[in-house]
């Protein structure tokens, strides 16, 4: 330092004004590295894990990370994406919280494997930087009916139209090849990572998210009109934490865990039916049920599937009421089985019902049903009477009798009787009970068939 003070002084005397231009700008140079080095701040990159079907749980998902990130001023959020795809509504929800972040959200898809089809494409065009990992593949994102199938000419022609102005305005606003995502949706074609990245599809191809920020490094995010510059070295990732809505609301999506909460709820509301007073198979049926409708009203679901299912618990109901011989049991099983196939309906990230699945869960729930049902027939059937019209039947002595009415004893207990004819016994006859009203008995004359059997007892 006291050699570059002892230049500057020697150089005042110089007539050359660009010496002493250099010989100021090295004085100061390390003042002005010291001072960089002060500011320096670390580069916070929120991580969300997006792995599965595009549902309102991956929507509420990004929403929170959005806002975790905004709270916890993080400077970007890496949506780390694998997806087959899903609802329009939920991706719809999930491209506008990107479209208004307050903060840069970069897309990677991956890892080596993952894709980004269906509703990722257009999470990917959203994207302020898209990178893919290796061996991974977007595209594929024609829109399909709710149920999987083709729609109608005329309404695939309009959702066409309209997804495909959508996604080339997102594709045109990020600099991406617009041509390219609006024939992903118009002809469902798709695309390696190294096709994708020579297209201009996506910006970047890294083997990891600290890969991809390293590259980013070097060329900025562009975000809100500017290019932000960092340095690979200050980069911090955070794990986002789903947190315990997200862990529900994931599972209850599920298209099995749906279909086995609604046989839950309807085997716990049949049996509260058909023995009432029990109340803890009607109250955990209804919760089953409640949380089985809220999944079925957002997942691809059949009517026809559901109204088969409901026929079958109708069914077995009167499987319990008619002597059928099983066949209603029968017809039962059948619509059970049918409707559980058609319950749910494939569609781009939501998988219909397994059929084995299927298989093992009508079969338990039959045995169940079955043996409910066969034991509380039984139970109806060979119910006893109790009190008065257990008496009915009984063939009993006379104690007192005037006119059409008197006082016979049976069982240790003495009741007042009338004649079911207007007859007039006297004490000691025997007479049959033919019914019973309150504390009182009808009787009658015993048939002659049977007088000797009584006189003989």
């Given amino acids: 330092m006291t050699s570059l003070l002892r230049r500057l002084v020697q150089s005042l005397t110089c007539p050359n004004p660009m010496l002493v231009l250099a010989v100021l700008c090295l004085a100061l140079m390390p003042f002005v590295?010291?001072?960089?080095?002060?500011?320096?701040?670390?580069?916070?990159?929120?991580?969300?894990?997006?792995?599965?079907?595009?549902?309102?749980?991956?929507e509420d998902l990004l929403n929170a990370a959005l806002a975790t990130a905004e709270s916890d001023n993080m400077?970007?959020?890496?949506?780390?994406?694998?997806?087959?795809?899903?609802?329009?509504?939920?991706?719809?929800?999930?491209?506008?919280?990107?479209?208004?972040?307050?903060?840069?959200?970069?897309?990677?898809?991956?890892?080596?494997?993952?894709?980004?089809?269906?509703?990722?494409?257009?999470?990917?065009?959203?994207?302020?930087?898209?990178?893919?990992?290796?061996?991974?593949?977007?595209?594929?994102?024609?829109?399909?009916?709710?149920?999987?199938?083709?729609?109608?000419?005329?309404?695939?022609t309009k959702v066409k139209n309209e997804l495909q102005s959508y996604v080339r305005g997102l594709a045109a606003s990020r600099g991406r090849n617009a041509q390219w995502y609006e024939k992903a949706v118009d002809q469902a074609v798709s695309l390696t990572a190294q096709e994708a990245a020579i297209s201009n599809v996506v910006d970047v191809i890294a083997d990891s998210p600290e890969e991809f920020l390293q590259q980013l490094a070097t060329r900025g995010i562009p975000f809100r009109g500017r290019i932000h510059m960092f340095s690979s070295q200050d980069v911090v990732f955070k794990a986002h934490d789903p947190g315990f809505r997200y862990s529900i609301l994931s599972w209850l999506l599920n298209p099995q865990v749906a279909y086995l909460l609604l046989l839950v709820g309807i085997a716990g509301l049949f049996l509260e039916f058909v023995t009432p007073g029990v109340l803890l198979p009607g109250v955990f049926g209804g919760l089953s049920l409640l949380l089985a409708l809220y999944a079925l009203s957002i997942l691809p679901t059949s009517t026809t599937g559901i109204l088969l299912i409901l026929f079958a618990v109708v069914l077995f109901v009167l499987e319990i009421f008619i002597t059928s011989f099983g066949l209603l049991g029968l017809a039962a099983l059948t619509s059970l089985f049918i409707?559980?196939?058609?319950?749910?309906?494939?569609?781009?990230?939501?998988?219909?019902?397994?059929?084995?699945?299927?298989?093992?869960?009508?079969?338990?729930?039959?045995?169940?049903?079955?043996?409910?049902?066969?034991?509380?027939?039984?139970?109806?059937?060979?119910?006893?009477?109790?009190?008065?019209?257990a008496l009915v039947g009984e063939t009993v002595r006379v104690t007192k009798w005037e006119d059409a009415s008197g006082k016979i004893f049976v069982r240790g207990e003495m009741w007042r009787a009338i004649s079911a004819d207007k007859s007039t016994f006297s004490p000691g006859d025997m007479v049959l009970v033919t019914s019973a009203d309150g504390l009182t008995l009808t009787v009658s004359a015993i048939p002659r068939n049977e007088e000797s059997l009584a006189k003989f007892e």
């Fill in 339 to 389: 409707g559980s196939l058609l319950l749910i309906r494939p569609t781009p990230g939501i998988d219909a019902i397994p059929l084995a699945t299927v298989l093992i869960t009508v079969s338990g729930l039959a045995v169940i049903l079955g043996c409910c049902v066969v034991l509380i027939t039984k139970a109806q059937r060979g119910r006893k009477a109790f009190g008065a019209q």
């Fill in 75 to 156: 400077q970007a959020v890496l949506l780390v994406l694998d997806t087959p795809g899903g609802l329009v509504t939920s991706m719809r929800g999930m491209v506008s919280a990107m479209l208004n972040a307050h903060v840069p959200v970069l897309v990677w898809v991956g890892p080596s494997g993952a894709r980004a089809t269906s509703a990722g494409v257009f999470l990917v065009a959203a994207s302020h930087v898209a990178a893919m990992s290796p061996q991974s593949t977007i595209g594929a994102a024609s829109p399909v009916g709710m149920g999987g199938a083709d729609i109608g000419k005329t309404m695939q």
């Fill in 33 to 58: 590295v010291s001072a960089q080095q002060g500011t320096a701040h670390p580069f916070n990159v929120l991580q969300v894990s997006l792995v599965g079907a595009i549902t309102p749980a991956s």
